[in-house]
């Protein structure tokens, strides 16, 4: 599906949202989620608009250096909470994966390194994403529905309609007051659903330093990765 100004929609999310939002992935890809409602029309007149923005988003993933892949050898390090953990690779333990300090593994689990880390990352994400929408809700005056952990690769957190809120679980690996930041950015979306200037004016009321924090997520993002 290509766009009058040579814009091409690589894929198209229809889904139950008021807003269209646009996702430059990875490989400067362009990912589209509209409402079942929006037009086609409607849909390429957004595009037009935020055409300035497509374009500086696709030169900055050009710009990005692709952070190899970790191999779960001894001595490689982890980020958990914005810190390098070292990783020891151990004799056989259960489970086979632990962190006290330090990550160790069992020597024999390490070809499903990978595996065996995303889950653990995934389980310590939902805890301590709901412990931190709690605690900010109760303080804000918010009303999430659920909170929920994905897989996402290019957004941090997102929030449906129906107030579920949603965060990818590489965000863990960030520091305590960036994954804040985004925790708030997204009750913020509870009130305001779009990224007008009274959404931002309302996510600096409750994160004054919010543009530290996102400036962190620009400059080291892609570090948040396995």
């Known amino acids: ?17 008021r807003t269209i939002a646009l996702i430059i992935e ?76 330090e990550f160790t593994l069992s020597a024999s689990a390490r070809e499903r390194g990978e595996r065996m ?27 999430p529905k659920q909170v929920k952990v994905n897989s996402a690769k290019t957004r941090w957190g997102s929030c449906s309609a129906s107030g579920n809120i949603n965060f990818t679980w590489r965000l863990v690996m960030a520091p305590l007051e960036v994954v804040d930041y985004v925790v708030l950015h997204e009750l913020a979306h509870l009130k305001v659903k779009n990224h007008s200037p009274r959404f931002w004016n309302l996510v600096e009321k409750i994160c004054p330093d919010y543009k530290r924090q996102r400036k962190w997520l620009r400059e080291n993002g892609e570090k948040l990765n396995l």
């Open 1 to 17: 599906m290509t766009e009058n100004n040579a814009i091409q929609i690589d894929t198209l999310v229809r889904a139950k949202r």
């Open 26 to 101: 990875r490989d400067g890809s362009l990912t589209v989620r509209a409402p079942r409602r929006a037009t086609l029309n409607d849909i390429h007149s957004f595009i037009a608009e935020k055409m300035d923005w497509i374009i500086r988003s696709r030169e900055k993933m050009k710009a990005i250096v692709e952070v190899p892949k970790k191999q779960y050898m001894d001595g490689e390090k982890f980020l958990f909470l914005g810190t390098d953990y070292e990783l020891r690779l151990v004799p056989p333990q259960r489970p086979a994966l632990k962190f006290d300090g």
């Open 117 to 143: 880390f995303t889950q653990w990352y995934k389980t310590q994400a939902l805890t301590i994403f709901n412990e931190r929408v709690n605690h900010y809700a109760t303080l804000h005056r918010f009303e």
